[in-house]
């Protein structure tokens, strides 16, 4: 075993369930337009049900935490966990800056593509950049995550934010007369 890590629920709160639950119906949502969309957009809607449904997985199974647990052993084993908090701050500006850059990407390739897969995209891009700073487990960030407004943490808004945003994309596509 890995130490300070051991294979289990995750997040077993009452949030963390609502936002497992929110990521298996993203990707229900998301696979039950991909068989009804042309090859093109079903690629598409395929794609991000099977990232929605790894990252409800990965919610509950916390893999991130293995992830940074590994490598704070091995940052320790190779003597370069003293310079871990620059590496962290490097590692989340180039996590944000990747996922900006990826937002404006998909948003400029994605004009010629229905609104609703433009919208998907910015919350699957949002969902991965929380997800990939989240990893990082820096202090400072943690602090801002784990603060509230209105009485919502902060890392709800943004995970749960997310998923809703790839959801109404994938709701929008597959009920179009509903609006």
């Not at 629920?9 to 042309?38: F, H, K, M, N, Q």
């Not at 871990?84 to 990407?105: K, N």
């Not at 603060?147 to 943004?158: F, K, M, P, Y």
């Not at 997310?162 to 007369?177: K, N, Q, Y």
């Amino acid at each position: 075993m890995i130490d300070g890590w051991t294979p289990g629920i995750g997040d077993p709160s009452v949030v963390g369930w609502v936002t497992v639950a929110l990521y298996l119906i993203a990707a229900g949502v998301c696979a039950s337009v991909a068989t009804r969309a042309g090859a093109g957009g079903g690629r598409f809607w395929g794609v991000v049900a099977m990232l929605m449904f790894a990252l409800g997985i990965n919610k509950q199974l916390d893999l991130q935490s293995l992830f940074t647990q590994v490598l704070r052993e091995d940052a320790v084993r190779h003597g370069w966990f003293a310079e871990r908090r620059a590496l962290q701050l490097a590692f989340i500006i180039v996590v944000a800056a990747v996922g900006l850059m990826l937002t404006v990407l998909l948003a400029r390739r994605l004009r010629v593509l229905h609104r609703n897969m433009r919208l998907t995209a910015a919350g699957v891009c949002l969902v991965y950049t929380y997800v990939m700073i989240r990893m990082a487990s820096f202090h400072h960030v943690e602090r801002f995550i784990g603060g509230s407004i209105l009485g919502a943490r902060w890392n709800w808004v943004l995970e749960i934010g997310g998923i809703t945003i790839v959801l109404i994309g994938a709701l929008h596509a597959r009920f179009p007369s509903v609006r």
